[in-house]
Protein backbone atom coordinates (compact mmCIF):
# COMPACT_ATOMS: atom_id res chain seq x y z
CA UNK A 1 0.00 0.00 0.00
CA UNK A 2 1.00 3.16 -0.60
CA UNK A 3 1.39 6.01 1.87
CA UNK A 4 3.14 9.19 2.64
CA UNK A 5 5.18 10.81 5.84
CA UNK A 6 5.78 14.50 5.94
CA UNK A 7 7.76 14.71 8.59
CA UNK A 8 7.53 18.13 9.87
CA UNK A 9 3.86 19.89 10.52
CA UNK A 10 5.34 23.29 10.64
CA UNK A 11 8.63 24.48 9.95
CA UNK A 12 9.13 28.05 10.11
CA UNK A 13 12.64 29.92 8.52
CA UNK A 14 14.34 33.44 8.31
CA UNK A 15 13.83 35.13 4.81
CA UNK A 16 16.69 34.41 2.84
CA UNK A 17 17.87 31.41 4.32
CA UNK A 18 16.98 27.89 3.03
CA UNK A 19 13.95 25.87 2.87
CA UNK A 20 13.81 22.05 3.15
CA UNK A 21 10.41 20.36 3.47
CA UNK A 22 10.65 16.40 4.35
CA UNK A 23 8.85 14.05 2.70
CA UNK A 24 8.95 10.09 2.88
CA UNK A 25 6.67 7.79 0.80
CA UNK A 26 6.14 4.08 1.06
CA UNK A 27 5.60 2.03 -2.32
CA UNK A 28 6.16 -1.19 -2.97
CA UNK A 29 7.56 0.17 -6.17
CA UNK A 30 8.43 3.95 -8.03
CA UNK A 31 5.31 5.92 -7.15
CA UNK A 32 4.21 8.93 -9.26
CA UNK A 33 4.64 11.96 -6.60
CA UNK A 34 3.92 15.51 -6.66
CA UNK A 35 4.49 18.59 -4.13
CA UNK A 36 1.19 21.11 -4.42
CA UNK A 37 1.08 24.48 -2.54
CA UNK A 38 -1.93 25.93 -0.83
CA UNK A 39 -1.65 29.93 0.01
CA UNK A 40 -4.66 31.02 2.53
CA UNK A 41 -8.14 30.24 1.85
CA UNK A 42 -6.63 29.69 -1.78
CA UNK A 43 -7.09 26.36 -3.95
CA UNK A 44 -3.83 23.85 -4.60
CA UNK A 45 -1.11 24.80 -6.97
CA UNK A 46 1.55 22.44 -8.60
CA UNK A 47 4.90 23.03 -7.39
CA UNK A 48 6.43 20.02 -9.26
CA UNK A 49 5.93 16.57 -10.31
CA UNK A 50 8.21 13.56 -10.14
CA UNK A 51 7.59 10.54 -12.79
CA UNK A 52 10.87 8.59 -12.66
CA UNK A 53 12.16 10.61 -15.96
CA UNK A 54 14.80 12.18 -13.52
CA UNK A 55 15.22 12.38 -9.28
CA UNK A 56 15.97 15.69 -9.49
CA UNK A 57 12.92 17.67 -10.61
CA UNK A 58 12.75 21.89 -10.64
CA UNK A 59 9.33 23.37 -9.72
CA UNK A 60 7.94 27.17 -10.08
CA UNK A 61 8.94 29.89 -7.81
CA UNK A 62 12.54 28.19 -7.20
CA UNK A 63 11.76 24.95 -5.33
CA UNK A 64 13.21 21.43 -6.03
CA UNK A 65 13.03 17.91 -4.94
CA UNK A 66 15.28 15.69 -5.13
CA UNK A 67 13.69 11.98 -5.38
CA UNK A 68 15.54 9.12 -3.37
CA UNK A 69 14.57 5.48 -3.89
CA UNK A 70 17.12 4.43 -0.93
CA UNK A 71 15.72 6.55 1.17
CA UNK A 72 11.95 6.58 0.10
CA UNK A 73 12.46 10.20 0.25
CA UNK A 74 11.11 12.98 -2.13
CA UNK A 75 12.12 16.20 0.16
CA UNK A 76 11.23 19.75 -0.93
CA UNK A 77 14.07 22.80 -0.99
CA UNK A 78 14.85 26.07 -1.69
CA UNK A 79 17.77 27.91 -1.67
CA UNK A 80 16.92 31.17 -0.35
CA UNK A 81 12.79 31.85 1.29
CA UNK A 82 10.62 34.44 0.78
CA UNK A 83 7.85 35.91 2.48
CA UNK A 84 5.61 34.74 -0.42
CA UNK A 85 6.51 31.50 0.36
CA UNK A 86 4.11 31.26 3.77
CA UNK A 87 1.82 28.38 2.86
CA UNK A 88 0.59 25.54 3.20
CA UNK A 89 3.15 22.03 1.33
CA UNK A 90 1.47 18.92 1.00
CA UNK A 91 3.49 15.78 -0.82
CA UNK A 92 1.22 13.62 -2.67
CA UNK A 93 2.06 10.32 -4.09
CA UNK A 94 -0.63 8.88 -7.25
CA UNK A 95 -2.04 5.27 -6.27
CA UNK A 96 -1.02 3.52 -9.18
CA UNK A 97 -4.28 0.88 -8.84
CA UNK A 98 -6.52 3.89 -9.60
CA UNK A 99 -4.99 7.39 -10.37
CA UNK A 100 -6.00 8.20 -7.00
CA UNK A 101 -4.25 11.06 -4.99
CA UNK A 102 -3.05 10.45 -1.00
CA UNK A 103 -2.95 13.33 0.88
CA UNK A 104 -1.68 14.11 4.27
CA UNK A 105 -2.02 17.04 6.58
CA UNK A 106 1.04 18.63 5.16
CA UNK A 107 3.75 21.51 6.32
CA UNK A 108 3.01 24.91 7.15
CA UNK A 109 5.61 26.94 6.26
CA UNK A 110 5.80 30.00 8.22
CA UNK A 111 8.81 32.90 7.27
CA UNK A 112 10.50 35.16 9.54
CA UNK A 113 11.52 38.63 8.61
CA UNK B 1 -6.34 31.42 -18.65
CA UNK B 2 -8.26 28.38 -19.52
CA UNK B 3 -7.69 26.51 -15.96
CA UNK B 4 -10.10 24.94 -13.56
CA UNK B 5 -13.09 27.28 -12.63
CA UNK B 6 -15.47 26.82 -9.71
CA UNK B 7 -19.07 28.75 -9.07
CA UNK B 8 -19.51 30.11 -6.02
CA UNK B 9 -16.66 30.90 -4.56
CA UNK B 10 -18.67 31.35 -1.18
CA UNK B 11 -22.12 30.02 -0.20
CA UNK B 12 -23.54 30.37 3.24
CA UNK B 13 -26.66 28.67 4.18
CA UNK B 14 -28.99 27.40 6.45
CA UNK B 15 -28.80 24.14 8.05
CA UNK B 16 -31.30 21.92 6.19
CA UNK B 17 -31.24 23.40 2.39
CA UNK B 18 -29.97 22.12 -0.30
CA UNK B 19 -26.56 23.49 -2.28
CA UNK B 20 -25.32 22.68 -5.38
CA UNK B 21 -21.46 23.71 -6.49
CA UNK B 22 -20.37 23.86 -10.24
CA UNK B 23 -17.23 22.75 -11.93
CA UNK B 24 -15.68 23.46 -15.23
CA UNK B 25 -12.75 21.68 -15.73
CA UNK B 26 -9.88 22.26 -18.04
CA UNK B 27 -11.22 21.77 -21.75
CA UNK B 28 -9.21 18.61 -22.95
CA UNK B 29 -9.41 16.69 -19.99
CA UNK B 30 -11.82 13.81 -19.40
CA UNK B 31 -10.89 12.99 -15.43
CA UNK B 32 -12.44 15.19 -13.00
CA UNK B 33 -12.74 14.95 -9.46
CA UNK B 34 -14.20 16.35 -5.85
CA UNK B 35 -12.61 17.04 -2.73
CA UNK B 36 -13.20 18.37 0.25
CA UNK B 37 -11.04 20.26 2.89
CA UNK B 38 -11.39 21.27 6.59
CA UNK B 39 -9.19 23.53 8.02
CA UNK B 40 -5.59 22.33 8.87
CA UNK B 41 -6.13 19.16 7.38
CA UNK B 42 -5.50 18.09 3.48
CA UNK B 43 -8.02 17.18 0.90
CA UNK B 44 -10.49 14.64 1.71
CA UNK B 45 -11.66 12.38 -1.66
CA UNK B 46 -15.30 12.90 -2.90
CA UNK B 47 -15.79 10.92 -6.21
CA UNK B 48 -13.87 11.26 -9.71
CA UNK B 49 -15.40 11.16 -13.22
CA UNK B 50 -13.71 9.95 -16.18
CA UNK B 51 -16.07 11.82 -18.96
CA UNK B 52 -19.51 11.05 -17.84
CA UNK B 53 -19.30 8.01 -15.93
CA UNK B 54 -18.48 8.42 -12.08
CA UNK B 55 -16.06 5.88 -11.33
CA UNK B 56 -15.11 5.96 -7.71
CA UNK B 57 -17.07 7.74 -4.50
CA UNK B 58 -15.58 7.84 -1.45
CA UNK B 59 -17.70 5.33 1.18
CA UNK B 60 -17.40 8.40 3.55
CA UNK B 61 -19.53 10.17 1.26
CA UNK B 62 -23.47 10.21 2.46
CA UNK B 63 -26.35 9.84 0.34
CA UNK B 64 -26.90 13.09 0.77
CA UNK B 65 -23.92 14.12 -1.59
CA UNK B 66 -24.56 13.46 -5.30
CA UNK B 67 -22.10 14.62 -8.44
CA UNK B 68 -23.09 14.28 -11.57
CA UNK B 69 -21.09 15.06 -15.38
CA UNK B 70 -23.95 14.92 -17.85
CA UNK B 71 -21.76 15.72 -20.80
CA UNK B 72 -18.00 14.82 -19.61
CA UNK B 73 -17.76 18.37 -19.31
CA UNK B 74 -18.85 20.31 -16.15
CA UNK B 75 -19.54 18.44 -13.52
CA UNK B 76 -22.10 19.03 -10.63
CA UNK B 77 -21.94 18.99 -6.65
CA UNK B 78 -25.16 18.64 -4.85
CA UNK B 79 -25.41 18.74 -1.45
CA UNK B 80 -29.01 18.38 0.48
CA UNK B 81 -30.39 18.80 3.71
CA UNK B 82 -27.04 20.76 4.68
CA UNK B 83 -25.23 19.97 8.10
CA UNK B 84 -22.94 22.46 9.59
CA UNK B 85 -20.47 19.52 10.03
CA UNK B 86 -20.72 20.27 5.69
CA UNK B 87 -18.97 23.45 6.75
CA UNK B 88 -15.86 23.17 4.69
CA UNK B 89 -13.83 23.99 1.38
CA UNK B 90 -15.14 21.49 -1.51
CA UNK B 91 -12.42 21.70 -3.99
CA UNK B 92 -12.11 20.37 -8.24
CA UNK B 93 -9.76 19.49 -9.79
CA UNK B 94 -9.25 18.11 -13.62
CA UNK B 95 -6.53 15.51 -15.35
CA UNK B 96 -5.81 14.32 -18.64
CA UNK B 97 -5.05 10.49 -18.78
CA UNK B 98 -2.92 10.82 -21.63
CA UNK B 99 -0.29 13.41 -23.10
CA UNK B 100 3.07 14.68 -21.31
CA UNK B 101 1.05 16.03 -17.89
CA UNK B 102 -0.91 12.88 -17.70
CA UNK B 103 -2.38 12.11 -14.20
CA UNK B 104 -1.28 15.78 -12.60
CA UNK B 105 -4.11 16.88 -11.01
CA UNK B 106 -5.07 20.85 -11.90
CA UNK B 107 -6.65 22.39 -8.64
CA UNK B 108 -9.71 24.98 -8.83
CA UNK B 109 -10.23 27.92 -6.16
CA UNK B 110 -12.56 26.16 -4.05
CA UNK B 111 -16.20 26.98 -3.22
CA UNK B 112 -16.34 27.70 0.45
CA UNK B 113 -19.20 26.47 2.70
CA UNK B 114 -20.49 27.84 5.70
CA UNK B 115 -23.19 26.35 6.90
CA UNK B 116 -25.24 27.68 9.75
Known amino acids: AQSVTQLDSHVSVSEGTPVLLRCNYSSSYSPSLFWYVQHPNKGLQLLLK????ATLVKGINGFEAEFKKSETSFHLTKPSAHMSDAAEYFCVPLMDSNYQLIWGAGTKLIIKP | DTGVSQDPRHKITKRGQNVTFRCDPISEHNRLYWYRQTLGQGPEFLTY????????KSRLLSDRFSAERPKGSFSTLEIQRTEQGDSAMYLC??????????????FGPGTRLLVL
Open chain 2, 49 to 56: FQNEAQLE
Open chain 2, 93 to 106: ASSSTSGMYQETQY
Open chain 1, 50 to 53: YTSA
